[in-house]
């Protein structure tokens, strides 16, 4: 199997719908509506050939095939952040993660922070 940038689009709907535990919470994140999430969802199905997820009236559930692809999705995913990372540091760019941690009484560096919350990915 060829992985596309469509294959790549649909695993990121399937990560959000197993981490949102299910296709109506999943709504919000995704800004897409349930039956467009669930089209979705049966293509990666079929371009898999495998049953991903059983859902309907009963609730939201991954099949043992799911929680397989679910596990190998993320690692899928760090895996090509860490290789976009590195490319970006042979081209002599910075990229990744930068985990700043300080007292809360550093007024100004503080107010930054907080004017620029949608730039962390953490805060606690």
């Not at 649909?10 to 109506?24: R, S, Y």
């Not at 009963?58 to 099949?63: I, R």
């Not at 930068?98 to 930054?112: H, K, Q, V």
């Not at 922070?113 to 805060?123: F, G, K, R, S």
Request: charged content about 25%; aromatic content about 4%; proline content about 1%.
């Amino acid at each position: 199997m060829n992985l596309s940038d469509i294959d790549l689009r649909l695993l990121d709907v399937f990560i959000a719908v197993v981490e949102c535990q299910g296709i109506a919470n999943a709504q919000t994140l995704l800004n897409r509506d349930a039956s467009n999430i669930s089209r979705q969802l049966r293509q990666l199905e079929e371009r898999l050939h495998l049953r991903l997820c059983e859902r309907g009236r009963s609730g939201f559930g991954l099949t043992p095939d799911g929680e397989q692809v679910y596990r190998n999705t993320l690692d899928l995913k760090r895996a090509l952040r860490n290789f976009e990372d590195e490319t970006e540091i042979l081209k002599g760019h910075l990229s990744g993660q930068l985990r700043l941690a300080m007292m809360m009484n550093e007024g100004g560096i503080f107010g930054a922070v907080c004017e620029h919350q949608d730039l962390l990915t953490h805060w606690g």
